[in-house]
């Protein structure tokens, strides 16, 4: 699985990038088919609020989005990754229960 963090309007620093790929790693525990995230970190010029935005690309499915704005980055980086967590495990959670939802193919009398 491949990570990337990137920044836009702003210089990603050491400690930030580690916290980012820290938090980010765990997602595959809640979906195994995830096969590349991809974190932006941006920063508005004139409100100096940060949005975080992460998409992961999953095997078979749309990539999953979730994004989150506020003034503190790292508060942003745990509610986005809380969020694609929820994705993530609503999505297992529908492929699991599919299976068991099938209607019967006789009708009874």
């Known amino acids: 699985m491949e990570i990337i963090v ?16 820290e938090k980010v790693s765990k997602l595959p525990r809640y979906y195994d088919r995830v096969q590349e995230i991809n974190v932006v970190l ?28 506020g003034t503190d980055l790292y508060a942003c980086i745990d509610e986005t990754v809380d969020k694609l967590e929820r994705q993530l495990t609503d999505h297992k959670g529908k492929l699991r229960n599919r299976k068991h939802n ?8």
Request: net charge positive.
């Open 102 to 109: 099938v209607a019967p193919d006789h009708k009874s009398v």
């Open 6 to 21: 990137s920044g836009k309007h702003l210089e990603v620093s050491a400690a930030i990038r580690k916290y980012a790929l």
């Open 42 to 69: 941006d920063r508005s010029n004139t409100t100096w609020t940060y949005e975080v935005e992460i998409i992961a690309k999953v095997e078979r499915s749309d990539p999953f989005v979730a994004k989150t704005t």
